[in-house]
């Protein structure tokens, strides 16, 4: 299996969690992803990735939240779809946080995955909320940024 398919298995698992999470966050994080990847196709090493983005979404989440709100011209946060809301955390964590990652491939895999989850209105609003996000970026856009 290539890195980029196990990449791209491992956002869907944790948008999955981060869907559920944004539902009914529970108590104790560390027994509610045992319990989660217990249910996941391969060892819980596999999906090392989709902690990493679930730990970091969950521990930036105000900030994560108070950029969706500034970005989000004329939309209320409250009516945003739960699953939209996953996808537009996953990917505004990445582009800030995640400098090992190229911010085009975040949008691009939010893209994707609101193709695969949510609907064509979905993937219109969630593009045109992360461009606005990469218009603000100051690191290079289509490379990781290494300094």
Excluded: C
């Amino acid at each position: 299996m290539s890195a980029t398919s196990q990449r791209r298995e491992n956002r869907v698992a944790a948008l999955q969690y981060l869907y559920a999470w944004s539902i009914n966050p529970p108590d104790h994080l560390p027994r509610a992803l045992e319990l989660f990847f217990e249910e996941r196709e391969h060892p819980r090493d596999y999906y090392e990735f989709a902690e990493q983005l679930i730990h970091g979404v969950i521990g930036a989440s105000a900030e994560i939240d108070a950029t969706i709100r500034g970005l989000a011209e004329n939309w209320d946060f409250q009516r945003i779809a739960r699953i939209d809301l996953a996808i537009l955390r996953l990917a505004i964590f990445e582009m800030l946080h995640r400098k090992d990652i190229p911010p085009v491939v975040s949008i691009n895999e939010a893209i994707d995955l609101s193709k695969s989850f949510s609907s064509a209105d979905s993937k219109r609003f969630i593009n045109g909320i992360l461009d606005r996000l990469k218009d603000r970026l100051t690191r290079p856009l289509r490379e990781p940024d290494w300094s």
